[in-house]
């Protein structure tokens, strides 16, 4: 079983609608987490970290259940400009007390007029 | 304030070759992660240095190895070119000390073996 877990998608939705993605961790020990968006052939960018309270930055709501070891991002009135991959980062203690990252496979979003 | 930068942008090299990669962090990062992405696929760890030692290695051979320089910039180093070594080879700078790890991603090195 692979450490993240992402629905694979691809998910096609139009302008305006409401999308969730969910991811699952494996590691009960996991400590922090995170939604990255990639553009197609660049780099991963920090969209927003998921606090045990769930946490909002406009149209993009995160939550964390510990319990089941599983997260989401919804994505309010999706826009055509948020048509990326999403990818779910979890990070672990390593043997030095450092912090690893992990990633899911991504969720790829095509948001259509 | 400067972001993380790789070298070279893009690369290609015929197997059994080797291949040296290089980052610098952002400014007031001092631990550089890399990772190996593949073609539709998330990003996967190869190892992280901090203090120019290497502190965390993902599954990979030791045909994989790195360096860390006392400015805190890295090396990776592939030894022996395979073609699925093929893919986008990302560095992620943090800080070591930070409560809240994040990662910030450079732009990549696009590596390509025929």
């Known amino acids: 079983r692979k450490e993240v877990e992402q629905d694979p998608g691809p998910f096609n939705v139009p302008e305006g609608a409401t999308v969730a993605f969910n991811c699952t961790y494996s590691n009960s020990a996991s400590q922090s987490f995170f939604w990255y968006r990639q553009d197609c052939r660049k780099e991963p960018k920090l969209l927003m970290s998921?606090?045990?309270s769930g946490n909002e930055d406009g149209r993009f709501t995160a939550q964390l259940n510990r319990a089941s070891q599983y997260i989401s991002l919804l994505i309010r009135d999706s826009k055509l400009s948020d048509s990326a991959t999403y990818l779910c980062?979890?990070?672990?203690?390593?043997?030095?007390?450092?912090?690893?990252?992990?990633f899911g496979a991504g969720t790829r979003l095509t948001v259509k007029p | 304030d400067a972001g993380v930068t790789q070298s070279p942008t893009h690369l290609i090299k015929t197997r059994g070759q080797q291949v040296t990669l290089r980052c610098s962090p952002k400014s007031g990062h001092d631990t550089v992660s890399w990772y190996q992405q593949a073609l539709g696929q998330g990003p996967q760890f190869i190892f992280q240095y901090y203090e120019e030692e290497e502190r965390q290695r993902g599954n990979f051979p030791d045909r994989f190895s790195g360096h860390q320089f006392p400015n805190y910039s890295s090396e990776l180093n592939v030894n022996a070119l395979l073609l699925g070594d093929s893919a986008l080879y990302l560095c992620a700078s943090s800080f070591w000390g930070a409560p809240s790890y994040e990662q910030y991603f450079g732009p990549g090195t696009r590596l390509t073996v025929t």
């Open positions: 998921v606090y045990s």
């Open positions: 980062a979890v990070t672990r203690m390593g043997l030095y007390n450092n912090n690893d990252m992990r």
